[in-house]
């Protein structure tokens, strides 16, 4: 049974195909008031009027269609064709407000299917449900609509371009791009509320925890991947002006006091002596007038200390010699 309720005015209603408007015939026999008529007339009358109920009357209380049906429009070439937007209200119980959809999107498949199509491509939105790998299923491209590019299975997970995928986040081909990750302690720990993001610089990976950059992770080394080699020139006499220092943690943003000494160098001070071991400038702030720490690279003091200990140790080697002869000297004069 079909059941409209309107409300308001209805603009256009069109059915076309097998149920179609009729009228009753006339009546068999004309009776009048003041005429006698036999009991054949009678029930000739009546068996037409019953006969109008059985094969056109009835029909129109309960229709049985096998045409087409078209809201909005005059020429319906689809089962039921909606012209404008279909509103349904909210309700407050029961299934009032929801619209169920038992469909089959594919074959033994039960589920709702939206497509839309035009010149430049096309789009599905599959609503399937035979297993647990199914769920909302999108798909889209720029002939028929016909590839899947995501998918959220019924088990929650969301799959990018991986139809089964197998965690709650899986993309493949291609890049996440996001404007950082959140992370915990371990697997099951509390999550402490900040974001981190690696950058390639082009020679080094640098980490960020929120707006601060602090540090680099590692730095390629390769000789295949570098050029104008030169010897250090930097050696002794740099190490001799760096001051190394100890020092607790302030209570600064990301940064926490720990409550242990450390040991390390003031960037502003080793940027003076090593200018390449230092990032950013002294007391730097961006264009939110927030600072821009800076911070070392080890591996721009190694070579340094490394030059100093060979200037070192040719001093040494070179004051054995003297040592030796002098104590040659001694030796022949006793």
Known sequence: MLKLALLGTLGMLCLTGAATAATCPAYTYTLTNGTTADASQVMGNFNSIRSCANTILAPLVSPSFTGNVGIGTTNPTEQLQLTGNALLPAGSSDTAGNLFFAGDTTTGVNGLRLF????????FLDVKASSTSNGIIFRA???NGSTERMRITAGGNVGIGVPAPADLLDAS?????ANGFRTRQGQGGTVDGHTFNIDWTGAAAVLWIDTVNVG????????????????VTAGL???????????RWRNV????????????????????VIPSAVNN???EV???????YQTLNPSEIIPVLTKAIQEQQTEIESLKVQLAAFKASNSRKQ
């Open 286 to 292: 961006n264009s939110k007038g927030q600072p821009v």
């Open 173 to 177: 081909p291609g890049v996440i791009r």
């Open 237 to 247: 006499a740099e190490v001799m002006q760096l001051n190394p220092v100890t020092f």
């Open 216 to 231: 680099t992770i590692s730095l390629t080394s390769d000789r295949r991947l570098k050029q104008q080699i030169e010897p």
């Open 253 to 272: 943003g990301i940064f926490r006091d720990d409550g242990v000494r450390h040991e390390g160098f003031i960037a502003d001070e080793v940027q003076t």
């Open 141 to 143: 491209d720029t002939t």
């Open 116 to 123: 839309s199509s035009d010149a430049t491509g096309g789009g």
């Open 281 to 283: 400038k002294k007391n």
